[in-house]
């Protein structure tokens, strides 16, 4: 199996942008690694263009795939990342083994989204589905995919293998490359008692795409795999286990939030490499098999079960419903309080107008609103419906008052019409004196006459 090499990368977001190529201009970043889903293939963002044209590799980071669900791939997200990998002239591009969302057809029930991604039972069953579901998106991408371990709060009952003997039998069955996050591996030391060197030792070296380095932090005896955090010590160390038994082509820093100012990040980078220039490097890992003529089918009774037990799990996680037998409580409980965290969060980025206007109210609403309301249409429709929630007045404790209630009003219809408001239209609803407590019978129809328009 033929890799690219990368050498030392760093995940490339807006946010810093400019830190990140200030530091491949001075040969501390080698490659960048951009979120599939935040990257427009019509509008590529320019400081990407710059770094492209710099000669530094782009790697598109898909995160909505799903393809550790019960459901096949969806072909037009295969299509948006095969569309993204060709415009940024990537080498490859990689997903997670993971679900994001659940219910549907398959179980009769409502579709669910987590906005997260959420780990996978190690069962025969779910490997099944896992092994088909990347052959579908191997014969619908450009160039090669590589899949990432990921972190989890949650353990599932009855797992059937150790996440080193199910990564190794899905490189096998497929020859898809893996994208080893060792900063997961820690995380699920800790919250799952997993030994991160066991999964190691099982893991065809050759196959190792590239590395993910991030931090996190510990508390009540559960570490938080934020990438807000320095990288500590502890990932440092599985870094460098890695690194005694394989050769991998790349390695990554993470960072999503609090961005630090760039000195900050060019030690980290430093710190980095420095594990890896130190390690025991063993010779490069003999290649994987070539990809297999054809996976088997995973039968229809496979997803249908898989489906069932996500499904149960996410509607807990999500809806409020019962935890299903065998979960820890206490742990879906922090994993549920965690979503509804990052949700928030997520819904004031895409719309800041909202915490601007409600103020410290903000997150407490949010949250209440969010316990009986799962994602659905995604973090957009969110934000209007939250705002519209708001507004009916049903919940009186977080119903804003006198300015903030007319200003809510006016954003909400600036952005839940048919077609932007003109200016007379802005400055008509700007300059109305007070706003009816109860909705009316003609601003509820309206209301539900937009919301039937949106898509």
């Not at 790697?59 to 019960?70: E, T």
């Not at 994208?179 to 030994?195: F, K, P, S």
């Not at 025991?280 to 003999?286: I, K, N, S």
């Not at 088997?296 to 898989?306: D, S, W, Y």
């Amino acid at each position: 199996m033929e890799h690219t090499k990368l050498g030392t990368g760093i995940g490339w977001r807006p946010e810093i942008a400019g830190t990140v190529e200030a530091l491949a201009e001075a040969g501390r970043v080698d490659w960048v690694e951009a979120v599939a889903e935040n990257v427009c293939p019509g509008h590529v963002p320019d400081s990407l263009v710059r770094l492209r044209e710099r000669g530094v590799t782009v790697v598109p980071h898909g995160v909505s795939l799903g393809l550790g669900g019960a459901e096949r791939p969806d072909p037009g997200r295969l299509a948006a990342l095969a569309q993204r990998a060709e415009v940024l002239g990537a080498p490859l591009v990689t997903e997670h083994i993971a679900f994001v969302r659940g219910g549907g057809e398959t179980t009769g029930s409502a579709p669910l989204e987590a906005g997260h991604l959420l780990p996978v039972p190690r069962t025969r069953d779910a490997l099944d589905v896992l092994c088909e579901n990347v052959r579908i998106a191997q014969e619908a991408l450009p160039v090669p995919l590589a899949l990432e371990n990921i972190a989890a709060l949650v353990a599932w009952p009855d797992e059937e293998m150790s996440e080193g003997a199910f990564l190794a039998e899905l490189v096998e069955r497929t020859g898809v490359r893996l994208l080893i996050d060792v900063a997961n591996l820690h995380t699920n030391r800790v919250n799952r008692g997993e030994d991160p060197v066991a999964a190691l030792d099982a893991l065809p070296a050759g196959s190792i795409a590239y590395v993910h380095v991030a931090g996190g932090y510990e508390k009540d005896g559960v570490w938080h795999d934020s990438h807000a955090h320095p990288v500590p010590a502890a990932v440092l160390d599985v870094l460098a286990a890695l690194y005694e038994r394989a050769c991998p082509p790349g390695v990554l820093l993470e960072r999503d939030d609090d961005f630090p100012a760039g000195d900050e990040l060019a030690a980290e980078l430093a710190a980095v490499r420095a594990v890896v220039d130190t390690a025991a490097l063993p010779p490069d890992g003999a290649p994987t098999a070539a990809l297999p003529a054809g996976v088997a089918p995973a039968a229809a009774e496979a997803r249908q079960r898989l489906a069932l037990r996500q499904t149960a799990l996410l509607s807990a996680l999500v809806a409020g419903t019962p935890v299903p037998e065998g979960f820890d409580r206490v742990r879906v409980g922090v994993q549920s309080r965690a979503l509804a965290a990052k949700r928030a969060g997520i819904v004031a980025k895409v719309a800041p107008e909202l915490p601007e206007i409600l103020g410290p109210a903000y997150r407490p609403a949010f949250l209440r609103y969010a316990a009986a309301r799962p994602l659905g249409g995604g973090y957009r429709r969110d934000a209007l419906d939250f705002a519209a929630h708001l507004l009916d007045g049903a919940d009186t404790a977080d119903a804003p008052d006198g300015a903030a209630l007319r200003r809510l009003h006016v954003w909400w219809r600036e952005r839940s019409g048919p077609a932007p408001l003109n200016g007379w239209q802005r400055r008509l609803l700007r300059h109305r004196s007070a706003i009816p407590r109860q909705p009316s019978r003609v601003f509820i129809r309206m209301r539900d006459t937009l919301r039937s328009k949106l898509p």
